[in-house]
């Protein structure tokens, strides 16, 4: 990867850690393990809609993995984590 995707990918990342609902969603997730939406949504008080899109944004720069059981979407922190997001984890979360 060139440098200039390399920034942008840091970019994107950043921005999508850049609220305090998602940084809310990791930190829940990073103290039960796992969750469902529903679970999340009561825990830092937010709708079931609002929280699936922060959740959807958290899986689409892979800080978030998701798996469907029966009806529900249950969530938990990616094995897979970009570096600067692991590292943001360990310090301030």
Do not use: C
Not at 34 to 55: N, P
């Amino acid at each position: 990867m060139d440098d200039i995707k390399k920034i942008r990918e840091i970019e994107k990342i950043l921005k999508i850690l850049a609220n305090k609902r998602r940084l809310a969603i990791i930190k829940y997730l990073k103290k039960t393990k796992e969750a469902m939406v529903g679970d999340i949504a009561d825990e830092i008080k937010i709708s079931f809609k609002a929280t699936s899109k922060h959740l959807g944004l958290l899986f689409n720069v892979d800080v978030v993995e998701k798996e469907q059981r029966s009806l529900q979407m249950w969530y938990r922190l990616s094995s897979d984590q970009p570096n600067i997001v692991k590292y943001i984890l360990e310090t301030y979360l």
